[in-house]
């Protein structure tokens, strides 16, 4: 339609060339009058925002006493065409005229919808655009006029959307991708949302296993899922966010770990019945490497969690290097020892809080209250207990047989006045440089008893030898 009013107006030129000149009409919407050119520096019924000096080219109707007219008009001053029949209102609103110059659009291309929205696409010329209205547009905002589209959707003055073409862009409202109600900012249905980077196969995938069993796989570039995170057995005591490995991508799934509704996580096990539970016979592997202090374990926080670090305990596994120091700054020593310490902090505010209350060495030597035991068990302090068994193995019963042969009373005496203490019992020297092996000890002190219990047997007899020759002297000399 627009291209047969521009056809017809260019066929009315040479007429009015010829039997026309341009008259003054600053009224396009004047009734009466005759056809004609026209001109006007104060334009008035022409098209919104007119001023200045305007074309008028007005084509009546014989009666002067209504206003039926078939005008066009311009600016003198751009390429713009404006066309519109008034009738029989002058206010008539006025309607662009697309023109084409070197295959490009002179202007913006305008719809009105059912809605009464402006719906605008186009290309305008110049390095930077303005659109004040509209709820879809396609221009260039890039000055040495590459192809940088720009879409942007305004209503009411309210900008909606924008997207760009290197990629950036603005939403308002919810987009739906399979539905025509999204319920949030982004909604998909009927299918997965996929993320890549690498290749169209690798990346993650949001969706869901079924209606309660929301999931997010972890796909190589074979598009084969290898990882997921799932929810799983809604509403029953089964409920969990599980993490789930896949062996090459096939069947079947294998459950890493849990974190069920109360917070518990399980190990090897949906239903974990404490804060952490791991279940089955693999090994379990705490700590880390650290070149400073060696290898670390396990913290154990104190004062109920409120302040963590306030004191507590911990598990860790110190190296005893044989050479060069610590790995890395000093080469790769061997391990001459390895000892796992049980250790309470005071307060960790305090470099020397840390105590060791338990050592356990590589050799099977265990120490409280030293990280160095000597013997199998080295403990550097007292010892309560209520009772405590040694190996019975070599008692000293031998001492009453018959054929026992022990030191006299005589010997005895000669020997503590030259050693100072007993035979085979260790000196005060060799007590405070050896210390004492408690079963052994008692077994000597036990023998010592025996031999002493024989001396005593054998004196009593003498005693009583003497009693009864003394009686009978007595007798005698009565």
Known sequence: MMKFFALLFFAFIPYFL???????????????????????????????????????????????????????????????????????????????????????????????????????????????????????????????????????????????????????????????????????????????????????????????????????????????????????????????????????????????????????????????????????????TLGSYDAGSGVKGIQFAGYRDVIPNYFGASIEAVPEWVCCGSYPSGGYPGIKNIALNFNVHLDAGLADSKRTAMSIRSNGYVGIGTIAPEERFTVNGKIKANEIRVNGNGAPDYVFEEDYKFATLEALESYIKANKHLPEVPSAKEFERDGIAVGEMNKLLLKKIEELTLHMIEMNKRVEKLEAENKKLKNNGN
């Not at 909604?187 to 169209?200: L, S």
């Not at 069993?213 to 190589?220: A, E, T």
């Open 18 to 284: 010829f039997a026309q000149t341009t008259q003054p009409k600053d009224d396009a919407g004047q009734m009466g009058g005759t056809s004609g050119f026209f001109e006007t520096y104060n334009p008035v019924n022409f098209p919104a925002g007119a001023g200045g000096w305007w074309h008028l080219l007005d084509v009546r109707h014989s009666n002067v006493n209504n206003n039926f007219a078939m005008q066009f008009a311009g600016s003198f001053f751009d390429q713009n065409l404006w066309f519109r029949k008034t009738n029989n209102v002058p206010n008539t609103e006025w309607s662009r005229v697309i023109t084409e110059t070197n295959g490009n659009l002179n202007g913006k291309l305008y719809m009105l919808t059912s809605g009464g929205q402006n719906f605008f696409t186009g290309h305008q010329a110049g390095g930077t655009y303005s659109y004040p209205g509209g709820i879809f547009k396609a221009i260039t905002d890039n000055a040495n006029g590459q192809s940088n589209f720009f879409y942007e959707g305004v209503t009411a003055g309210i900008t909606n959307f924008t997207v760009r073409a290197d990629g950036q862009g603005y939403l308002a409202a919810g987009l739906g991708i399979g539905t025509q109600n999204p319920a949030y900012k982004l909604t998909v249905a009927g299918g997965d949302i996929k993320a890549y980077g690498y290749d169209n196969n690798s990346g993650i995938a949001i969706g869901a296993e079924a209606s309660e069993r929301p999931r997010i796989g972890f796909h190589v570039s074979d598009n084969s899922r290898r990882f997921k995170i799932e929810m799983n057995g809604i509403n029953t005591h089964y409920e969990r966010l599980g993490f789930f490995s896949i062996n090459g991508g096939q069947s079947p799934e294998q459950e890493a770990f849990s974190i069920n509704k109360n917070g518990n996580i399980g190990i090897g096990t949906p239903l974990p019945a404490s804060k952490l539970h791991v279940a089955g016979d693999e090994f379990i």
